[in-house]
């Protein structure tokens, strides 16, 4: 993703609130940001920035809080850091300032991702960097923040702005490019058919599915919604003929759905589906008449939240 970032950092910047242009002498800071959590690319960052202060690195805020990020002195204290080695610790330098701010929003998305509250990641991350994920967790997410809300939609819509300017890829579904599986399909068949046998899957087809790419788990807590935040091109609905490391959804009636991994010729590596919890390799349809389950489609192999 960077590489793309990077080309793109020397174009020279208009005024922020006009362009969405991010003024030049931010861009390497945002930069490495981007480095520290692919969650929240520079377009995102940089609209939130928009947002909080303007780019005004010295503000003041009405709650005494302070720079780009808009910081308290409390919150620099838990999070604050020398980012940029400079010998100044302070929310006023604009480089700490952007590397504190990116990884209080990495946390507040992984922990968005393993809680139970409704909403969006992206939405309940942003709304934490606003409130804290405590003030968050307790009103239990988002019905009751209606000017939450209105904050994250204004920064929802300059995204797309930034991200152009800093050359970052907009999807329908998180607004971020993932990193590359660590494993090809190649890899993953290869390592999903080693393990047929294998015990310790129970209710973990999504986990397996990741791990067969190289993830400890897919960041994602079930399979149904898994195939509802892939985005819809990389979505082939009831087609069949999945090819070899493709990823096979069914709704089985439950929460949770299921997905195995496509072996090709119609064959899957599915946990479950013979034993409880141990690992097979079955024809695809298997499931459908097993568990009474409706086939939903193929992916590709989509883990932007990968881990």
Not at 3 to 25: D, K
Not at 185 to 193: E, G, M
Not at 223 to 252: K, S, V, Y
């Amino acid at each position: 993703m960077l590489p793309l970032i990077a080309g793109i950092f020397g174009v020279a910047s208009a005024a922020p609130a006009e362009t969405g242009a991010t003024p030049a002498r931010f861009h390497a800071a945002l930069a490495d940001a981007s480095y520290t959590c692919p969650h929240f690319p520079a377009g995102m960052q940089a609209a939130l920035i928009e947002v909080e202060s303007g780019w005004d690195p010295l503000k003041e805020g009405p709650n005494g809080t302070l720079g780009l990020a808009q910081l308290s002195m409390r919150m620099w204290q838990a999070w604050g850091r020398d980012a940029d080695g400079d010998g100044t610790n302070s929310p006023l330098d604009s480089w700490d300032a952007i590397d504190t701010q990116a990884r209080m929003l990495c946390t507040y998305y992984t922990q968005a991702v393993q809680s139970n509250l409704p909403g969006d990641r992206l939405s309940l991350a942003l709304a934490a960097y606003r409130l804290g994920w405590k003030r968050l967790n307790q009103v239990g997410g988002l019905a009751q923040l209606p000017v939450t809300r209105e904050y994250i939609a204004e920064i929802k819509a300059r995204t797309p702005r930034y991200a152009k300017g800093l050359g970052v890829a907009n999807s329908s579904r998180s607004l971020y490019t993932p990193v590359p599986n660590p494993r090809t399909p190649a890899s993953a068949v290869a390592w999903a058919r080693s393990m047929a046998g294998d015990y310790g899957w129970l209710n973990l087809c999504l986990n397996f599915t990741a791990q067969a790419y190289g993830w400890d788990h897919a960041g994602t807590r079930y399979a149904i919604d898994h195939w509802l935040f892939t985005p819809g091109g990389l979505r082939h609905h009831r087609e069949r003929n999945a090819p070899a490391g493709a990823l096979m959804f069914w709704d089985t009636g439950k929460r949770a759905g299921h997905v195995a991994l496509s072996l090709g010729n119609g064959y899957v590596a599915s946990n479950d589906i013979v034993t409880p919890g141990r690992i097979s390799i079955v024809p695809a349809w298997t499931i459908d008449e097993r568990w009474n389950a409706r086939y939903l489609g193929w992916t590709a192999p989509y883990f932007p939240d990968g881990v």
